[in-house]
């Protein structure tokens, strides 16, 4: 995605956030608010090279971007896959002393209808159980900060998606205090849209996107 809107002209800085990307023991001495503090990096990074800023995130990057969004002067904000709140788990009222007793988890299988994209997506095999604690802590501050987002916001959902439901689209669409706000659905993609079959209709939705609201 950052590829095709770069050859359209458009300046692009993919975050990379605090303990991604590097090793999994990294992730584990993380909070919530590193992550935030990475897309605030990224952002005056760029702010004084560009006439407007906007912020795309996928899945828990979307929850950052919506966030940010509430609390930064920027032009636009497009979540892709974003949850409203974690999945029903009888475990999750126990996390804190699940996370002592199982300090590692597994990644779950993925639900990729590209299999090349299946085949070379990189991932960290097992990740801290700690982190499910700062992913449900970021949602929170998520929620209370949704209806502060005035700006222009597009949310983009797969009704394939097992990991995100549609109902969390639903809800984050009702919550956000935008007035323009539009949502997106596709039909042949798993949760990681911008890497599946219908990742050329996003990234074209996304430049209108933008393109309308710069206009």
């Known amino acids: 995605m950052g590829e095709y809107l ?21 992730m584990r001495r993380m909070n919530w608010e590193d992550w935030v503090s990475s897309v605030e990096d990224g ?5 004084g090279m560009v006439d407007h800023v906007f912020v795309i995130g996928l899945s828990m990057g979307g929850i950052l971007s919506l966030r940010f969004a509430a609390h930064h002067p920027i032009s636009g ?12 788990d009888p475990r999750l009222p126990y996390i804190k002393i699940l996370s002592l007793l199982m300090p590692w988890l597994k990644q779950g299988p993925s639900d990729f ?3 090349e994209a299946d085949k070379d997506h990189v991932c960290y095999p097992y990740y801290p159980s700690r982190a499910v604690i700062q992913l449900r802590d970021l949602l929170s501050d998520m929620r209370t900060s949704l209806p502060q987002v005035t700006v ?16 969390n689209a639903d809800k984050i669409y009702a919550a956000l205090g935008s007035n323009q706000k539009q949502l997106i659905w596709v039909e042949n993609s798993g949760h990681v849209i911008p890497r599946e079959p219908d990742r050329q209709i996003v990234f074209q939705a996304i430049d209108n996107f933008m393109k309308h609201v710069t206009s």
């Open 6 to 26: 770069a050859n359209l002209g458009y300046t692009i800085l993919g975050v990379r956030l605090a303990g991604h990307a590097t090793q999994p023991e990294d």
């Open 43 to 47: 952002y005056f990074m760029l702010k």
């Open 77 to 88: 904000v497009v979540a892709i896959s974003t949850p409203y709140a974690l999945p029903d």
């Open 113 to 115: 209808h590209n299999p």
């Open 152 to 167: 222009p916001a597009l949310l983009i959902y797969s009704h394939q998606d097992k990991s995100v439901t549609p109902p």
